[in-house]
């Protein structure tokens, strides 16, 4: 029986609870973390799901640190998020997509030991053509104890990550979380208001027939990522021996939901359009929450080189190449890197 049918419904809180009594690795700043970003995730799906209604579509006229024009619902996400999470105590600071430095709690409010990344609203292409988006979040621990906090005490690699998760608001809003100790999903229950656990200990097949990638930019790519892509393209009469599907949303939330789901490979490669970039995603807000879940799960994350996991961020908004989900899949774009000598 699924989770979700057992007759006394399992809630977040509840989750959280059970988690900390068996692994003692959930103090009660990072359960109220969770939660208060849980929390939040259900107004920005209110709002999502208002749409043209609730006066949350099109752009707001401004630009991010990344030179992106920001749409209304990236503003609005971001102050929900910021707002939720100022005032309770467990956090000292945050970082968002959406904002060039970082956010110390306001001296009014306790500082607590936990830091918060995130993207506040991912796949924004897709909020005005009623395409799955979402959120993804990062919890780090503050090293030190001294009062103050500088963006030099988020420049951790994620291996050292409390917590990461996302929310897709989707056909369902599904919150996906790993606090290191597998994968849990929770469902909103719009009639009741609380997130239900849906599934726990997920694991992606090590095996795929499904990748991810932007094709349009496949004449800018790299060998290695040609080369796994031709070889999946040429399908059962090619290299591989079997015929490939492929499917991009372009929301990493939803493409990662669909690997966690159901298995396959997502790739953001490096590419030629912006050659002194790394890639696209950002590393701290982005790959890292989904490298630390997609681990949490049996897959495997990298930048076609190295561990997404073990890279040292040298700055808040770093950008990196990424490939992750199914074990075997993953591990063959990499050795595909590292036989043509490392090219990214
Ligand atoms: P965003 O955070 O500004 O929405 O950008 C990140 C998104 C990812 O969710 C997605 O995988 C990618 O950008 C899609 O990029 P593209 O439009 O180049 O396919
Ligand atoms: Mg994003």
């Excluded at 799955?132 to 001294?146: D, E, M, N």
Aim: proline share 4%; glycine share 10%; aromatic share 6%.
């Amino acid at each position: 029986m699924s989770p979700a049918n057992r007759t006394a419904r399992i809630s977040l809180t509840r989750y959280l609870v059970e988690q900390q009594r068996e692994h003692g690795h959930i103090p009660a700043q990072l359960r109220l973390l969770i939660e208060v970003v849980a929390r939040a995730c259900k107004t920005i799906a209110i709002a999502v799901n208002k749409g043209a209604l609730g006066d949350v579509l099109g752009t707001a006229g401004s630009e991010n640190v990344q030179g992106e024009v920001q749409k209304k619902l990236d503003v609005i996400s971001n102050e929900v998020l910021i707002e939720a999470n100022e005032w309770g105590g467990h956090l000292a600071a945050m970082a968002s997509e959406e904002m060039d430095s970082i956010h110390v709690v306001p001296n009014r409010y306790p500082q607590g030991e936990y830091m918060l990344l995130f993207d506040p609203l991912d796949g924004s292409s897709n909020i005005d053509v009623n395409v799955s988006i979402g959120t993804i979040f990062s919890v780090l621990r503050k090293i030190g104890h001294a009062r103050g906090i500088a963006e030099e005490d988020f420049l951790q690699p994620g291996k050292q990550q409390a917590a990461a998760g996302y929310c897709v608001y989707g056909p369902q809003t599904t919150l996906v979380l790993t606090v290191g100790s597998g994968v849990a999903m929770f469902t909103l229950d719009r009639e009741t208001g609380s997130w239900v656990l849906t599934a726990e200990q997920v694991q992606i097949p090590e095996d795929t027939r499904e990748f991810a990638i932007n094709m349009s930019n496949l004449r800018h790519w790299a060998p290695p990522v040609r080369r796994y892509i031709d070889e999946c393209l040429a399908g059962r009469e090619g290299p591989r021996g079997k015929d490939f599907n492929m499917r991009w949303v372009a929301s990493m939330v939803a493409d990662v939901h669909r690997i966690l789901t159901r298995g396959g490979v997502f790739l953001y490669p490096w590419d030629k359009r912006e050659a002194d970039k790394p890639g696209k995603l950002r590393l701290m807000y982005e790959a890292n929450p989904m490298a630390f879940i997609v681990e949490q799960a049996g897959g495997m994350a990298t930048d076609g080189q190295r561990r997404i996991l073990d890279l040292v961020p040298g700055k808040l908004h770093e950008r990196v190449a990424v490939v992750l989900g199914s074990r075997h899949e993953v591990e063959r774009v990499t050795r595909y890197h590292a036989e043509t000598g490392g090219a990214a």
